[in-house]
Each structure stands twice: as C-alpha cells, then as structure tokens.
Nanobody
Framework: QVQLVESGGGLVQAGGSLRLSCAAS????????MGWYRQAPGKQRELVAT???????NYADSVRGRFTISRDNAKNTVYLQMDTLKPEDTAVYYC???????????????WGQGTQVTVSS
C-alpha cells in the first residue's frame, strides 16, 4: 500500500508565493519520476513540472522561471515552490509519483488527493 499526502495549498494574492509538499509513504521499493499537475475549473489536468530520480527538472512553459520543483529522496517528498503567482495559476494541484512497490517488480503511477491553490488579483 502506497499513500501520497499533499500539503501547502491556500489563498494568496497575485505576486505572492506558496510551497506545496507531497510525501510518499508505505511499501516503497524505489521512486522514479515525481511531479505536479494542476486542473482549473472547466479545464483538463495539465503538467506543471516533473523531476527525475537523478534531479533533472522539466517545466511547463507557463510556469518556467516562476516555479521550482525539488525532491528530498531521504524523505520521499517532492516540493513545488511557486513564486510570482498569477490568478491564472488558480487550480487544484495534484502530485504524481511513479513508484515501484516492494515485491511488485513493476512501476505504478500514484496521485495525491489534490490541494487547492487560489490566487486573487
């Protein structure tokens, strides 16, 4: 059993900052790519950023230069530092982690429960 627990969402004014965290726990053998996605009302879920097990980060064009993804492998945690937030960043943010559970010999994608980020103008 693997669980992802997100934290850090909230309400912030435009130009402000928030930091999201997502911690994985349970029967984990190894963690591969970790990432964040978001879904605004009436829109499809979209990629925000990912980071590989080796630390290589990838960003959506809309957040590059404003958001920073990082991970702490010792804590099985991925972070998303969001700076210079804009109203269009308002969405539910979901972490996504690719994990190989113990004894499964196979990788699976797991999703967090989602955390609301609201940016007021």
């Amino acid at each position: 059993q693997v669980q992802l627990v997100e934290s850090g969402g909230g309400l912030v004014q435009a130009g402000g900052s928030l930091r999201l965290s997502c911690a994985a726990s349970g029967s984990i053998f190894s963690i591969k790519t970790m990432g964040w996605y978001r879904q605004a009302p009436g829109k499809q879920r979209e990629l925000v950023a990912t980071v590989t097990s080796g630390g290589t980060a990838n960003y959506a064009d809309s957040v590059r230069g404003r958001f920073t993804i990082s991970r702490d492998n010792a804590k099985n945690t991925v972070y998303l530092q969001m700076d210079t937030l804009k109203p269009e960043d308002t969405a539910v943010y979901y972490c996504n982690v690719r994990i190989e559970p113990y004894l499964m010999m196979k990788e699976y994608n797991y999703w967090g429960q989602g955390t609301q980020v609201t940016v007021s103008s």
